[in-house]
């Protein structure tokens, strides 16, 4: 699964927009960074973190960016699982949707050591992107359904 994500607004000094490539657990962002401005950006850096069962992998490496100029920055993103014995089992660790956040920061010649910031807008990553349709046997269901007892007991 593909999808385009505009991280920032048209009127700021840095546009940003993200193609993010789902795969499985593998999360790939590749950030079009484009300089709005007539200044050269320094040591810009694209600042990400993240919120449920995902780790940032791959941090972005600070950039030069010369006005009215574009680069482009890749960042890996890695879901938490947890592997069972069984060989169709593959659990996600929560069931809470990640959602990935952050912020670009740069510097400006003549800025006084004073660096600019600019709030990214999040990027939601559904649960449902992880799940695939899979097999098993009637054997290998009946020992999840009991390993997983908690799922099927109510208590009144």
Known sequence: MTYVYQLTGFSDPVYAEAFVSVNQF??????????????TLQN??????????????????????AAQDF???CAKIK???????????????????GIIFGNIVYDTRGSAGESNWIVLSDIRIDILEYIQPATCSDSDFRTMWSDFDWENKVSL
């Open 26 to 39: 593998d999360i790939s962002l590749d950030v079009l960074l484009v300089n709005q401005t007539n200044d």
């Open 44 to 65: 810009l850096t694209l600042e990400l973190s993240t919120l449920g069962d995902h780790k940032l992998l791959e941090k972005p490496r600070p950039i030069t960016l």
């Open 71 to 73: 680069a482009n920055v």
């Open 79 to 97: 879901v938490k699982v947890r592997e069972e014995s069984m060989p169709c089992f593959v659990q996600v660790s929560s069931t809470e949707n």
